[in-house]
Nanobody, 121 residues
Framework: QVQLVESGGGLVQAGGSLRLSCAAS????????MGWYRQAPGEQRELVAT???????NYADSVKGRFAISRDNAKNTVYLQMNSLKPEDTAVYYC???????????????WGQGTQVTVSS
């Protein structure tokens, strides 16, 4: 059974930094794209950043220049370094990964349980 376990959320003042981690565990063949999404109260879940196995990245306009996504393929882990945090970055952050359970099966999207990030003004 595949699990994505996030860590690193918390409370920080505006202008501060946090680093989120998400590790995939369980039995699977390979991991394709990994990413971070966030959902603020009363809002829809939105993309923050994604990264391919080769390291190609994509960012939401609202976080470009402030956030950096990276991954360690050997550890099946994706990271999100968040700098210059703003109160509007407050949300639950979710890890996502496209995973192939076996070589013969199509990839499926998996989600972590979410980690709260709160930025005070």
């Amino acid at each position: 059974q595949v699990q994505l376990v996030e860590s690193g959320g918390g409370l920080v003042q505006a202008g501060g930094s946090l680093r989120l981690s998400c590790a995939a565990s369980g039995s699977f063949f390979s991991i394709d794209a990994m990413g971070w999404y966030r959902q603020a109260p009363g809002e829809q879940r939105e993309l923050v950043a994604t990264i391919t196995p080769g390291g190609s990245t994509n960012y939401a306009d609202s976080v470009k220049g402030r956030f950096a996504i990276s991954r360690d393929n050997a550890k099946n882990t994706v990271y999100l370094q968040m700098n210059s945090l703003k109160p509007e970055d407050t949300a639950v952050y979710y890890c996502n990964a496209d995973i192939k359970l076996t070589i013969w099966r199509s990839k499926l999207g998996y989600w972590g349980q979410g980690t709260q990030v709160t930025v005070s003004s």
